[in-house]
């Protein structure tokens, strides 16, 4: 937890309003910024969005008369709803937290920093997070072994097996750099342990001798960071690159947004879940279109949500689209943060703060929004999503013919019935939706304690009715934190667990993010030879298409209870509310109502089964790790000792050749196009992620390293090697490049060949690279959206790519390819690659960008494709974004204002 008399120094705030003051909570003193002294004429603080409220509060606090100026504060408390977003501020967070596929990168950044600086001829120890950081290693354990006692156990050795010269990597940064901890492997999903434990919802630091006082915010490198916003702490996700600069003490450069109210009345009906409300609220603010805006909950229905159900909103933030989901602080707040074992004098600051800070929640107010939605509880109904977008949510009682109606689209073979027979002898006929796996997964849901009992609750019914999983399904349960285990054991639902195969296998994020491991090997063997369309069933918060499992074409969202219940069913094609599951014991049928646990089971399973003490004795410790982590070999010293051989961590190269001081911006000219896309482009097909194929370029690296196939790991766990990744960008198998005519995967013309044949991407961009020939992409709508994931942008850069033109970006992706020195463009409204005639096969020429040196950002440039040109809208949108790119990137941006300052 916080250290809250750690001494640092920063530059004191300026105080133009003379809001610091000082509050006693039981005795102890601190220092806050007072946000009701900010008045004046057209300044309305009090109805101003909880959100807006702890953005005020961070420039009071942080005002330094340079870069954060009484006109940044007058501007934001003057926040006018109507308006569109033009002010840019800048925000400074509490703290960062990571996870270890994007983390990595960001260490090993920090670790080539240092030997930058000290080779420029500056002082390498100022090279130190800034902000405190916390890394939970969540992202590495893969779902290899299932269905067995020593599941948990056996992904765990072959976890370290794979990823040891990672761990150390991470061990040594842990003693390297200050204000850095890591959560070992097998402890929780970071989000999970994030509202758990990390989390202060008020945090306190000594800043030149006075113990400060102010609300909790995060940034992160995951997009759903946005749990956090549950508890009342502003936390989202950005690019590891971001996160990096925000480690350095760079702030996070935003505009300020418009605010969307999302109101909340009513009750969830019975037989309703978490899952089913956030997937109803994911539907609605995605088609109403929140992308860059801040979502903030409010109403009478706020105050009658459980915490988790607040969490698990929170969680799907990425998935609306928007930045923030947020709740403010109330009673329930305070109660979760004692469930999870948080003192009592931080309780009595958090409430203590909020009331006087105006951030309480007042169920009756109606904050100043820039636009209102609402939703009656008593409206949702069970549904899922899929079979490729969390937001195409689907009511249970149309699952079945909602896939019957996708299913042409999947498959060349819509009857199919392929006999199978396992290793042990078990045969039965696989169609098309079987159900291959089935996962109870994923910080969305493993963090709420209803979703994760009613499917215990529901694994006991099942198992006395006598009913089984389908012996083709792929069946694991990866919870969020070792509570649940606690709870699942308190409760004695274990072994109704295990009976039909949900035995543990890992603590971790596993399926949601592509570590589903393989699928059974004869199942496997028939998908692929019979071109099946089979299915699997998460309860995560990503089901995008290629990302669950190569063998998997269509995924589901589902609550942990569905989950289990189409483990039973074992197809897509069954109706739950009028298909028998199967037969109980005396041969009659049992249908999902039949087993499915009122709510007041639930509450009082949760109430006998969860309580303080679990999250105390779980965390007591949380940053020793187990013996295997303890024992690892660390490295010492102030910078790292580079293993050459390593294919797992090598030394990053964005820094080879800098100089202390820029080189102008040029125009770019003669270009050839990488790859030209369409829309909902995500970044799980741009990042690489998932399992590495032989023959791909990576695979193919790996080889000629002397690594062997069973040894490949996967993206995620090589995120420290830039040489794997960049091979990997663009790789995803269900990319589409429109350059190519029905090609899936990562292929592209290469141009520099006579006759321009068809080349893996990362092949082509060397040849192009060799030859000097910048390269750029052409994209549709929502380009990037998706997690925010920082290799999508540095992959992207590393191929030499110089531009993007989209139709449309996700927030954070532009931001990164910004970031990495990629500019991103607009096409002009209305218009795209289809309308301009643009083939992707064209030499393409863009100028303008020199307008850059000259200290201001081009509003548009001129884009020249063979024949045709056009005014391309430069998506440079702040001041901040503007230095990044003119110095090449963030990392070099920061690098010299340390040498230099």
Not at 376 to 400: C, E, F, M, W, Y
Not at 627 to 643: E, S, Y
């Amino acid at each position: 937890m916080d250290v809250p008399h750690k001494e640092m120094s920063e530059l004191a705030s300026k105080d133009s309003f003379g809001s610091k003051s000082t509050l006693d909570v039981n005795g102890t003193a601190y220092e806050i910024f007072r946000l009701d002294k900010v008045v004046g004429e057209g300044l309305d603080v009090a109805s101003l969005p909880y959100s807006l409220k702890v953005l005020l509060e961070n420039l009071l606090r942080t005002e330094d008369g340079a870069d954060i100026t009484a006109a940044d504060i007058k501007a934001l408390a003057g926040w006018d709803e109507t308006a569109e977003p033009d002010k840019e501020i800048q925000f400074t967070p509490a703290r960062v937290i990571m996870q270890d596929f994007t983390g990595v990168p960001c260490i090993v950044d920090l670790a080539t920093l240092r030997e930058a600086a000290a080779e420029l001829g500056g002082d390498a120890s100022k090279i130190n997070p800034l902000s405190p950081a916390e890394m939970v290693i969540d992202h590495s354990v893969i779902a290899e072994v299932f269905g067995s006692a020593d599941a948990f156990e056996k992904n765990v050795e072959i976890e370290y097996q794979r990823n040891r010269e990672r761990y150390q990597f991470l061990r040594w940064g842990q003693t390297a750099f200050d204000d850095f901890k890591v959560v070992p492997p097998g402890t929780g999903i970071v989000h999970q342990v994030n509202i758990e434990h990390l989390a202060r919802t008020v945090f306190t630091r000594v800043v030149d001798g006075e113990l400060l006082a102010y609300p909790d915010t995060c940034v992160g490198t995951d997009s759903h960071t946005t749990m956090v916003d549950g508890l009342g702490v502003l936390g989202f996700g950005v690019g590891g690159i971001e996160a990096e600069a925000a480690l350095l003490g760079q702030p996070v450069s935003m505009l300020i947004p418009r605010v969307v109210g999302f109101k909340l009345t009513g009750d969830l009906p019975e037989g309703t879940t978490a899952t089913d409300l956030v997937l109803t609220i994911t539907e609605q603010l995605r088609k109403h279109g929140v992308v860059g805006k801040f979502v903030e909950f409010y109403g009478a229905g706020v105050a009658k949500l459980p915490l988790a159900n607040r969490a698990t909103i929170g969680n799907m933030s990425p998935e609306f689209g928007s930045t923030v989901a947020m709740f403010p602080i109330d009673d329930e707040t305070i109660n979760y943060l004692r469930l999870t074992g948080r003192d009592e004098q931080q309780l009595a600051l958090v409430e203590t703060y909020a009331k006087e800070q105006g951030l309480w929640l007042d169920p009756n107010a109606e904050p100043r929004f820039s636009e209102k939605l609402e939703l009656d509880l008593s409206t949702v109904v069970p549904s899922i999503a899929g079979p490729k977008r969390p937001q195409d949510r689907v009511q249970l009682t149309d699952a079945k013919t909602s896939f019957e109606g996708y299913l042409p689209s999947y498959t060349s073979q819509p009857n199919a019935s392929i006999p199978v027979t396992l290793a042990d002898g078990t045969s039965f006929e696989l169609r098309n939706g079987a159900v291959t796996i089935a996962s109870i997964t994923s910080c969305t849901n493993t963090s709420n304690p209803s979703v994760m009992l009613g499917a215990a609750l529901l694994a006991k019914k099942a198992v006395e009715k006598g009913l089984t999983s389908k012996p083709w399904v792929k069946t694991t349960l990866a919870p969020g934190s070792k509570v649940v285990t606690d709870y699942y054991d308190k409760a004695g639902l274990t072994p109704y667990l295990e009976k039909l195969g949900f035995d543990l296998v890992g603590y971790g994020c596993v399926t949601c993010i592509g570590n589903s491991g393989p699928i059974i090997p004869e199942v496997s063997a028939a998908v692929n030879e019979h071109d099946l369309a089979v299915v699997s069933v998460l309860s995560g918060n990503r089901n995008f298409e290629g990302r669950i499992n190569p063998d998997v074409k269509m995924n589901y969202l589902a609550s942990p209870p569905l989950v289990i219940a189409y483990a039973i069913a074992g197809n897509m094609d069954v109706d739950l509310f009028h298909d028998a599951l199967g037969q109980d014991t005396d041969g009659n049928d049992v249908f999902l109502k039949d087993i499915w646990p009122t709510p007041a089971e639930v509450e009082a399973t949760i109430a006998s089964a969860i309580d303080q003490d679990m999250f105390t004795k779980d965390y007591a410790d949380v940053f020793a790790g187990d013996a295997r982590w303890q024992n690892l070999p660390t490295p010492t010293g102030d910078t790292f000792t580079w293993d050459e051989d390593s294919t797992y961590v090598r030394k990053a190269p964005y820094f080879d050749g800098m100089s202390k001081t820029p080189s102008p911006v040029t125009d770019i000219e003669g270009a050839r196009v990488l790859l030209k896309l369409g829309d909902s482009v995500t970044t799980d097909h741009i990042s690489p992620a998932g399992n590495i194929k032989k023959d791909s370029p990576a695979g193919q690296y790996l080889t000629e390293h002397g690594v062997e196939q069973r040894d490949f790991n996967s993206y995620g766990s090589r995120r420290g090697n830039h040489e794997v990744m960049i091979r990997g960008t663009f790789a995803n198998i269900r990319i589409r490049n429109q350059i190519l005519d029905g090609v899936e995967g990562g292929y592209t013309k290469d141009f520099t060949v006579d006759g321009a044949p068809q080349a893996f991407i990362y092949d082509a961009s060397q040849n192009y690279q060799a030859a000097g020939i910048p390269l750029v992409v052409l994209a549709g709508k929502e380009y990037g959206s998706g997690s925010s994931r920082d290799w999508a942008a540095k992959g992207t850069s590393l191929l030499g790519v110089k531009a993007v033109i989209a139709e449309s970006y996700e927030r954070i992706h532009r931001s990164n390819l910004i970031g990495m020195g990629v500019i991103p463009l607009q096409f002009p409204a209305g218009q795209n690659a289809e309308s301009l005639g643009l083939t992707g096969e064209e030499t393409f020429s863009i100028s303008g960008i020199t307008e850059l040196n000259e200290g201001r950002t081009p509003k548009t440039v001129k884009v020249t494709a063979g024949d045709k040109s056009f005014d391309a809208v430069v998506r440079i949108d702040t001041p901040g974004e503007a230095n990044y790119y003119r110095n090449g990137g963030i990392l070099q941006y920061v690098l010299r204002n340390l040498l230099n300052g």
